[in-house]
């Protein structure tokens, strides 16, 4: 690793919330057909990353890791040459514990094996979880010994711990070498999951940055209650509205999440697609300064109504103003709040990132009534009046 890898929150697809153990290489590659040709590998999306269950239960005799044969009869490296002849990257999933959260084996004491065999795959991210780890051991060596072998594989993989939020990984996490860490538990694709995912972070933007990114969990975008996976699709129904999706794409944008689709991309609607690719969210979060965004609550409806503020690069602001109670609400934004007075003769010309159009200038506030579970996004420039 001669330069540092993934300078922007990593974009891609993960197999986990809609297949789940249902996995295999013509899911695989037909997955990475329809990234290269819908328009989702302009869009940024890059990464294909296999999650749990794609092995054999058992290491072969030279304690190396086994594809599992039915469902990768070729092996992975197979797949992977296919992900990168498609001008895409190829992830794998493994675990610090004895056991991935599935069963299958974990990497624990056989971390460098397990990045050379990675490397030879042709394997450019790896996701590693949290399931069985041994007590006695804290979970901050585990990954660190991880981020040591994949630094010195000979490949640039990307390293996504996946600890939860546990054990404090904000306060370790980026020293340990890793590009993103997850800090939630699983996302389902229910209202109150995408809510209580995204209110756990706000107030943590401190930890996340160009190179170490908060991984909030992988989108719920488009799935619409389908898919092989129980656990994410408990409580479920038929999953969100496009509202929903688009609300919660917003906040995972500026948020800097990492932006993994986890719905069965050969089966987008076109208001998926459109949620997907709006490159003006996209860009709010692909921002190469990547900091992370402030709140500020409503003040009259201060647990649902907010809005997250991002300094952008070229001096402009990413706003979301969004409402995730059950009535429609006014939301009101002073300029003030955002360093700005009106005796400093600026105002804020306001572009709409969902509508597309821009909005005028605007002085000393933005109001706007904004429905329940929706949003609106904003990008804000500084004019002289
Ligand atoms: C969980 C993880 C999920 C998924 C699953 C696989 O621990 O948070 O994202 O990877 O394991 O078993």
Known sequence: MNKPIAPTPPMGWNSWNTFGWNINEELIKGIADTMAESGLKDAGYEYIVIDDCWSEKQRDENGRLVPDKNKFPNGIKAVADYV?????????????GTHTCAGYPGSFEHEFVDAETFAEWGVDYLKYDYCYKPDYIPGEILYKRMAMALRNCGRDIVFSACNWGNDGVYNWIRESGAQ???????????????????LSQIGNSCYSGTYCYNDIDMLVVGMHGKGDNEEVLRDCLEGCTDTEYKTHFSIWAIMNSPLMIGCDIRKMSESTK?????????????????????????????????????????????????????????????????????SSGRGLSMYNCWTHEEEGVFTERYVTQVESHDCVVLRARVVKL
């Open 84 to 96: 990168h002849s498609k001008g895409l990257k190829f992830g794998i999933y493994s675990c610090a």
């Open 180 to 198: 993103l860490f997850r800090s939630t538990g699983d996302i389902q694709d229910n209202w109150e999951s995408i809510k209580r995912n995204a």
């Open 274 to 342: 459109n949620i997907l690719m709006n490159k003006d969210v996209i860009a709010l979060n692909q921002d190469p300064e990547c900091r992370g965004p402030y709140c500020i609550k409503q003040w009259n409806n201060r647990d649902n109504v907010m809005t997250l503020i991002k300094p952008m690069v070229d001096g402009s602001y990413g706003i979301v103003m969004f409402n995730l109670g059950d009535k429609k609400s006014e939301m009101s934004l002073q300029f003030w709040d955002m360093g700005l007075p009106f």
